[in-house]
């Protein structure tokens, strides 16, 4: 009796780990894919700029695509480009010397992310609880690419919250908002010249995650879904 018992809790536990594992692909929106388009303001974060998250916005724009996993998760790539600038008179921060820098540049960054939806999201299968709105969370990673006359490429990871909406059976609606952390410091810094500048202003020793820059970016965006599933209970 004691290992039929055991026989049968190993038999339980084994369907419930196949449920857990399948139930991502069984529950599956009714289209893949996503494409569209995003316009918005970025802002740059770093030794010009510590803690305003709005400090002087700049344009930026992004094309994006999205591949629908489940109900909860999405993959999602982007193509983006955008201005910053900074001005360390409007930083709040005392530089050595008295020194001031001001910089302005343009930016460009390619990047995927993986996003998880708090909600079931779909505009179908009410019987699955399913919401035509979700917030979500998404971090990824990309690579940065800054033009001026000292170049900037770099990779970063954006983090960050969004919320979206399906406004038809193929359109969705959105706004998100992220930052980017960079693995330099050197976002700032548009020119070669040997005097003072934003690279390492206080000429502390920085390391991996100290002392690097960052931008942040605001968006709204509307995407067209496509790729239907044949079968969408089974995620095809």
């Not at 692909?25 to 569209?36: F, R, S, V």
Request: glycine residues 10%; neutral net charge.
């Amino acid at each position: 009796m004691k290992m039929a018992k055991e026989t049968n809790d190993l038999s339980l536990l084994a369907v419930l780990f196949l449920l857990l594992t399948i139930t991502p692909t069984l529950h599956a929106q009714k289209y893949k894919y996503e494409m569209g388009g995003a316009v918005g303001s970025s802002v740059y974060m770093g030794d010009a700029n510590k803690t305003r998250l709005f400090l002087n916005p700049g344009i930026a724009v992004a094309l994006l695509a999205r591949y629908n996993l489940s109900f909860h998760w999405a993959m999602k790539a982007n193509l983006l480009a955008g201005n910053v600038s900074g001005n360390t008179g409007q930083s709040g921060n005392n530089f050595p010397f008295g020194q001031q820098a001001a910089f302005h540049r343009t930016f460009a960054e390619l990047g995927t992310q993986l996003e998880f939806n708090f909600f079931p999201y779909s505009d179908k299968y009410a019987y699955l609880g399913t919401k035509p709105y979700t917030p979500y969370l998404f971090v990824g990673a990309g690579i940065t690419y800054a033009t001026g006359e000292n170049e900037f490429l770099n990779a970063n990871i954006p983090f960050g919250v969004g919320f979206k909406y399906k406004m038809k059976e193929r359109v969705n609606i959105g706004v998100e908002f992220s930052m980017r952390k960079l693995f330099g410091d050197d976002f700032d810094v548009t020119r070669h010249t040997p005097e003072w500048n934003l690279k390492n202003p206080f000429g502390i020793g920085g390391s991996l995650m100290k002392n690097n820059d960052w931008y942040s970016i605001t968006m709204i965006y509307l995407t067209w879904d496509f790729g239907i599933r044949e079968d969408p209970c089974h995620g095809n």
